[in-house]
């Protein structure tokens, strides 16, 4: 049974940093795509950052760009994301997803205030 399970998310200042993880179970890990989704009340789900399958080349939404940063550990069947500098714009529901498949994870808060 795939399995993904986001954690690492809380609530913080503007300009601060978080660090989420996807742990993953149950499917090849090594072999899929993976993004990162977030999705704010009342607003549509949308991509942050995706990344290859070894690693390199990821790829991110503009409005992280250059504060976000997607990376990954095969060997740990994990994902991570680095939150860097904040914003209140940030606050959502962040989501873990093997690209082209309906594995998803339920969740972390993420939740910037001053």
């Known amino acids: 049974q795939p399995r993904l399970v986001e954690s690492g998310g809380g609530l913080v200042q503007p300009g601060e940093s978080l660090a989420l993880s996807c742990a993953a179970s149950g499917f090849s890990f090594s072999n899929y795509r993976m993004a990162w989704y977030r999705q704010a009340p009342g607003k549509l789900r949308e991509l942050v950052a995706e990344i290859n399958t070894v690693g390199d080349n990821p790829d991110y939404a503009d409005f992280v760009k250059g504060r976000f940063t997607i990376s990954r550990d095969n060997a740990k069947n994990t994902m991570y994301l680095q939150l860097n500098n904040l914003k209140p714009e940030d606050t959502a529901m962040y989501y873990c997803?093997?690209?082209?498949?309906?594995?998803w994870g339920r969740g972390t808060q993420v939740t910037i205030s001053s």
């Open positions: 997803n093997a690209w082209g498949t309906m594995y």
